[in-house]
């Protein structure tokens, strides 16, 4: 069935605060159903399906929808040893939302029904009896409206509901009448919010788009209301289209290869393409373009020998229905030669800069490269972490850079010395194949593969990581000279790769390893990571300048432009474990830090959010590092590590994003109870899935929190970065479906929906947090004639404020899509100006108008001709004239000139 209109939004969330404890927000159980279950007569007969949740159900009618909220708190306390117990008091609301003027009923689709089913015998009444009542995942009410209908469905374990429009349907008809809410408004993000004496429900902000020929095109909407009615305001769409409401998850997709392969790290493009990369253990990988750098890779079956991979590398289009190509990256053969994909980043042409760690003596290296031969490393046949297996090769880091269409490798090169570089691990704990491994610098899975690759204003390329060579390339350094066993090393590159333009080891006499690297607007170089070094260099005047206790700290350093010298320092963390994973700098040079710190003791000030007893924190301080501006601590209050970093930002408005894992798979201890907003994409979680957070400006409020994952498998990170674009969108690696499994949601259409795999498969997922402002509009025309009347498309997402500026002294921001008419002749710049109150930032987009004078012209009206020489007609215009036509008489039958373009 073809849709030619489809609006889908999120339905109201119906978990349940009491007004005490309103605004904490509480995961829902792992294995909550979420299907709606048919009434086969055990319900009044006006109903057609219920669904439950945690805190209320939903009931669906034939004209009109019920939440019913339900307060159990009473249930729990009664469970408790009291002396006189009582009968528990459940508290219960309904907020109803009634189709006003509906059509009759005209029956239901249903998809998706479950295996097992449901029975009820409730009293005597055998009437009231019911057995064999199947859930479906989705319902379709026929005939709503004329050309309407109304679609209930399961998506993401929470339920939605939308609107099918076909062409001859009339969304104008669609009103919702809410009653039995205390009040109904639409907040600064563009939720619908109802409160009511048990809470508040919110249907999320409307998001529309179109997919044609493989991109998304964005369609303005809202929520429009008006006392107790609301009815949605679009903006210009192409109806023989199907348009989605969609507020959150742009796609998630597998790379659907046969190969297990593992999912580690990715990036954003210049135009929103999706990047990810990872490493393969075999040769069963989906290359869409047989021109791709590498399309064989070095393997010559499915599987090679366990621990030998390739790193591939895989570019998506936006909406992640479309793999635009892949390529291998690597050496070495079936038993030898193992790479990882630590971290990538796009440059502005749109290529792919990617560094790691290898051990093939035959890594691909280019003409001119800064090193073009393997250094070495150290053999060990315990040398073996999470899967990924350096055998009888020692590591080093590499660096390359590969072309947008991914058919060429532009520049590549080796980094490393005669010691093991590049991957962070403890010599006494090899091989990492128990619990009891995973101390200190490497506490969570994959912590063996950290590191970041950033670029500067100029695109020069810039890497931090660790060695533990003595002889590791230095320039300009800083520090010269390894310290330690393990060292973290900072360095900085040419966009060609061919020049080391300053590299310094960074650490202490015991091991240390830096994660993030990035730029301010001054050029001063940020780095951060973990240290278990009492004498690390640099701290002094820091706000933490000494070493705190434990088995870790974290740590952020500052160095000036040139990477000589480190200009500021801090040690940052409590008396246990602690650890720093990425380093972002705010519009105004302000430095943020994400890290860990066990024991739910670490410093929260000037932060009206706060998690307390929680194990994450976020620390906001002065560009020289010497004052704590603000931190807070987030997850879920027990004390204990909660998710394992995986990207970071602090936006243009100062929003601070996260996207982490959990909880902890070494150990099978799982994530629960972290804190989630009632408009979350997934409100509950399985144990081991991904979460995502956004905290407002200043840790001033939750904007937004979600659960990310599948039912049963272990999501996770193998290592690696992943990264938001700064409109705060997050592009995720995950190595997902472990086990064979495919329980991971994937979007309609995604590029593949399945693992092939009998293991692992990448799976990469963007997630718009939709909290930017961005003006975008079109004009209908934009060059005509004096009374010329213009209507103005507002593409815009949706946010608190919008002004028109038409260039002829009217302004208006009252209505969203304008008509105006240009009565005088001119040149007109629009401008539309799009605010957001979360940041007080504004956005503009401008269009000219042009308007030329009416058509006139002026004819001598008599020539007198007195031989038949040749005689030339000319004619005077002003104005847009672009059809003539000559004639010896009135009626202008028959023309004398050769067409209506000849003047």
Known sequence: MKFHLAFLFVAASLAVYSQREQGKFKAMPAQQALEFYENKGQWPSEVLFKAEKEGGKWWIMKDRMWYHLQDLSAMNHAHEKIAQPVEPTIKQHIVEVKFVNAQEFQGVEVLGKTNHYQNYFIGKDSARWASDVHGYTQVIRKGLYPGIDLTLVNEGLQHEYGFIVRPEGNPDDIQLQYRGQTSISVNRKGSLILKTPLGSISEEQLMAYQEKNGERISIACSYKVKGDEVTLKLGNYDKSLPLIIDPTLVFATYNGAFSDNFGMTATYGQNGEAYSGGMVYGNAFPIPNPSAYDPVGNFSAIGGNYGITDVFITKYNPTGTAMLWSTFLGGGDMVQGTETANSMICDSLNNILIFGATSSVDFPTTAGAFQSNHAGGVANANFLFNGVYFLTQGTDLFVSKISSNGQNLLASTYLGGSGNDGVNYKINSLPYNSVASYDSLTTNYGDQFRGEISLDQNGNVLVASCTRSLNFPVQNAFQPNLAGGQDGVIFRMSPALTNLQFSSYLGGTQNDACYSVKVDTLFNILTCGGTSSSNFPGTVGGVWANYQGGKTDGFVIRLNPSGTSITAGSYLGRTQYDQAFFVEVDRNNNVFV??????????????????????????????????????????????????????????????????????????????????????????????????????????????????????????????????????????????????????????????????????????????????????????????????????????????????????????????????????????????????????????????????????????????????????????????????????????????????????
């Open 594 to 903: 994400l890290g860990q710190s066990e024991g739910g003791v670490f410093p929260t000030w000037n932060a009206p959010y706060t998690n307390s007893n929680s194990s994450q924190f976020v620390i906001k301080m002065s560009n020289n590092l010497a004052t704590n501006m603000a931190s807070t601590t987030i997850g879920n209050g027990s004390s204990q590590i909660n998710i394992s970093p995986a990207a970071f930002l602090v936006d243009i408005c100062g929003n601070i994003y996260i996207s982490g894992w959990g909880a902890n798979i070494l150990q099978n201890v799982p994530l629960s109870g972290m804190p989630i907003s009632g408009n979350a994409y997934q409100p509950n979680t399985t144990g081991f899935d991904f979460y995502l957070m956004v905290l407002e400006h200043d840790f001033l409020s939750l904007l937004y929190a979600t659960y990310m994952g599948g039912n049963s498998s272990t999501e996770h990170v193998d290592g690696g970065t992943s990264r938001f674009d700064k409109n705060g969108v997050v592009y995720q690696s995950v190595c997902g479906g472990c086990g064979g499994q495919s329980d991971f949601p994937t979007t309609p259409g995604a590029y593949s929906s399945v693992n092939n795999s009998a293991n692992c498969n990448n799976l990469l997922f963007k997630f718009d947090f939709d909290l930017i402002p961005s003006a975008e509009f079109t004009a209908n025309q934009t060059v005509g004639c004096e009374d010329f009347q213009v209507t103005f498309n507002n593409f815009s997402t949706l946010n608190d404020d919008y002004l028109w500026d038409f260039g002829n002294n009217n302004t208006t921001s009252s209505i969203f899509n304008p008509t105006i008419t240009y009565q005088n002749p001119g040149v007109y710049q629009v401008y539309l100006y799009v605010t957001d109150s979360i940041c007080a930032l504004t956005d503009t987009a401008m269009t000219t108008i042009t308007v030329l004078d009416s058509i006139n012209f002026t004819l001598l009206d008599t020539a007198a001709l007195c031989s038949n020489n040749p005689y030339l007609l000319t004619i005077n215009t002003n104005g847009a004239s672009s059809q003539y036509l000559w004639s010896t008489n009135p009626a202008f039958t028959p023309p004398i000139n050769s067409g209506p373009n000849d003047p």
